[in-house]
């Protein structure tokens, strides 16, 4: 059971828009600290999507990007294309466990 | 180019020990934090560890307190997770990753490609 609540899977056509949300609680992205996204491509190493809620790094499209409200984030991702086909991980920190928590992941599926 | 390179994955045996390491190249690693996150084959990411720029302050997931131990040598721009007493439910792919800020409120960019621990009889 992750701190953080991601759908377990999600899915839309090429050219779609699709959102992924991140919940969490009152010690962890309701107290303020920043959520961060990962998109994981089969057999690869996670690569950040979007840093403290809505910062891009450069080279990540602008059809990627982040919201974040009271206990929860979002993660919205327009024009979908086939190689958007991946894991996406949110990640922030959680005062009660003093450590790093990471939401269980949401499986993006392109039609 | 900014990389980091895992190494000394491999299968343990339950209660035996391993020592990844991480090489650091590309920027100052002196200047950074570093983390340890694992993976589960077939589930999601697990933050392990993280350490700062000098070795003083680490933190560990519950899980493992007492069994890792994160450390760095500056010197040799590596990091390493020393596991002891291993048990099946820590097989994973282990990943290190650089902190862009401190402990709290950062993310990790980059991240390793990744080494496998086994721990099966």
């Known amino acids: 059971q992750s701190v953080l609540t991601q759908p377990p899977s999600v899915s839309g056509a090429p050219g779609q828009r699709v959102t992924i949300s991140c919940t969490g609680s009152?010690?962890?992205?309701?107290?303020?600290?920043?959520v961060h996204w990962y998109q994981q491509l089969p057999g690869t190493a996670p690569k950040v999507l979007i840093y403290?809620?809505?910062n891009r790094p450069s080279g990540v499209p602008d059809r990627f990007s982040g919201s974040k409200s009271g206990t929860s984030a979002s993660l919205a991702i327009t024009g979908l294309q086939a190689d958007d086909e991946a894991d996406y991980y949110c990640?922030?920190?959680?005062?009660?466990?003093?450590?790093?928590?990471f939401g269980g992941g949401t499986k993006l599926t392109v039609l | 180019d900014v990389q980091l390179v895992e190494s000394g994955g491999g299968l343990v045996q339950p209660g035996g020990s391993l020592r990844l390491s991480c090489a650091a190249s590309?920027?100052?690693?002196?200047?950074?934090?570093m983390t340890w996150v694992r993976q589960a084959p077939g589930k999601g990411l697990e933050w392990v560890a993280n350490?700062?720029?000098?070795?003083?302050?680490?933190y560990y997931v519950d899980s493992v307190k007492g069994r890792f131990t994160i450390s760095r040598d500056n010197a040799k721009n590596s990091l390493y997770l020393q596991m002891n007493s291993l048990r099946a439910e820590d097989t994973a792919v282990f990943y290190c990753?650089?902190?862009?800020?401190?402990?709290?409120?950062?993310?990790?960019?980059?991240w390793g490609q990744g080494t496998l621990v086994t721990v099966s009889s």
């Open positions: 590309g920027f100052t690693f002196s200047t950074y934090w």
């Open positions: 350490i700062d720029q000098d070795g003083t302050q680490k």
């Open positions: 990753a650089r902190n862009r800020l401190g402990a709290y409120d950062s993310w990790f960019d980059p």
């Open positions: 009152s010690s962890n992205i309701g107290t303020g600290y920043d």
């Open positions: 990640q922030s920190y959680d005062s009660s466990l003093s450590g790093v928590v």
């Open positions: 403290g809620n809505i």
